[in-house]
């Protein structure tokens, strides 16, 4: 019997690819095409929630643009002329997008900007331009590098969209969550440099630490951080645990209830930015 797809399996093995993955995201509402530039599971940052396994700081292996190409093609080929939407995903499954995201910190590899190149040129040639939206999930610490501007905006004249992680400000918070060093001075570089170049929603999962939920202190920090961005971000989406973690942690975390999530959303929508929450 054909695998089926949801939100809650996004297991980048069940077919055989090695950068390209199909996967039915809740926040695209529908089937996303994956890009997977992290095939060594090796990321800058290494948050407590990652549901990838074997998960180890450090930058991408050499991609294989060749071979990246053939199976964008091969993908595109079984959604867009094939049955794959009928036997893997629900009735009424559309083709939301095609994703940067992947094992690890997409703009950490030297190939990135080719790999957007590729994507561009396949979304011309399936006649996908009005259909489709490109989009770079990431944790922002490399979007004011020039190279990463350039890349990025080869796209200036289709649908694109940056989903910019913060899930704290507070530096204590940050290095508990995302176990990284980070200062907010480069957080807002990397967040000013990410609306100069694209369409950005602000991507935060919300946790449960140790039985306690967000602080109001933490959220406090977060609205006042993106306050003078309102009239310059198009989202902010909120969830919470999708899957397990794989990751070690002395921490004890949980996924937030509905009751919850919606909870830190109405606090949050004092702000004049659109927040979506997802469960």
Not at 203 to 220: D, F, G, H, R
Request: hydrophobic content about 35%.
């Amino acid at each position: 019997m054909p695998t089926k797809l949801s939100a809650v399996n996004h297991d980048r093995r069940i077919f055989k690819s090695k950068y390209i993955y199909p996967v039915v995201s809740r926040r695209a509402d529908g089937l996303s095409i994956g890009v997977n530039l992290n095939t060594n599971n090796a990321c800058n940052w290494q948050c407590i929630y990652c549901e990838v396994p074997n998960l180890k700081r450090g930058k991408p292996e050499p991609i294989d643009l060749t071979l990246l190409k053939e199976e964008l093609i091969y993908w595109l080929n079984q959604v867009i002329n094939k049955d794959f939407l009928d036997k893997h995903t629900e009735p009424g499954t559309l083709l939301r997008d095609i994703a940067f995201s992947g094992n690890g910190e997409p703009t950490a590899a030297k190939e990135f900007g080719a790999a957007v190149k590729i994507v561009m040129e396949q979304i011309h040639s399936f006649q996908l331009e009005s259909k489709v939206t490109i989009r770079l999930i990431t944790n922002g610490s490399y979007l004011d590098h020039s190279s990463t501007q350039k890349a990025w905006g080869q796209l200036e004249n289709l649908n694109r969209e940056i989903w910019f992680k913060i899930d704290a400000i507070d530096s204590i918070e940050s290095k508990r969550i995302n176990q990284i060093n980070i200062s907010k001075k480069s957080v807002l570089s990397n967040l000013k440099s990410s609306i100069k170049i694209s369409p950005t929603i602000i991507q935060t999962c919300v946790l449960k630490i140790n039985n306690e939920l967000p602080s109001m202190q933490a959220i406090n920090h977060y609205i006042e951080f993106l306050k003078p961005f309102e009239n310059s971000l198009k989202a902010i989406h909120l969830y919470s645990l999708a899957r397990p973690t794989e990751q070690q942690t002395s921490n004890f975390i949980e996924r937030l209830s509905y009751d919850e999530l919606q909870s830190v959303a109405e606090n949050i929508k004092q702000l004049n930015i659109p927040v979506l929450s997802f469960i």
